[in-house]
């Protein structure tokens, strides 16, 4: 391989690593990331909660799920602060 050419298959590799991080990125800020992870905290938490009989074990379902969907909502105000004022490079 002459240097031109190995050097574009080196952008080539690159490029197609940026565009997966960026659709990782992508996901792991979705909607629909935070989404899937509430519905299936409901439904763990729903079916442990029954397993071992507890009343109500459906509803009771609902507060660590929304308590888990808000953790998800605040953590990007988190990051940033941390990345201004502690992290600091």
Known sequence: MTKISELQ???EKI???NKRVEGDKAWETSYSRRLLLTIFTYLAVGFYLSSIGIPNPWLNAVIPSIAFMLSTL???FFKKFWLENIYKK
């Open 9 to 11: 298959h080196e952008i």
């Open 15 to 17: 490029n197609e690593r």
């Open 74 to 76: 605040t953590l990007p």
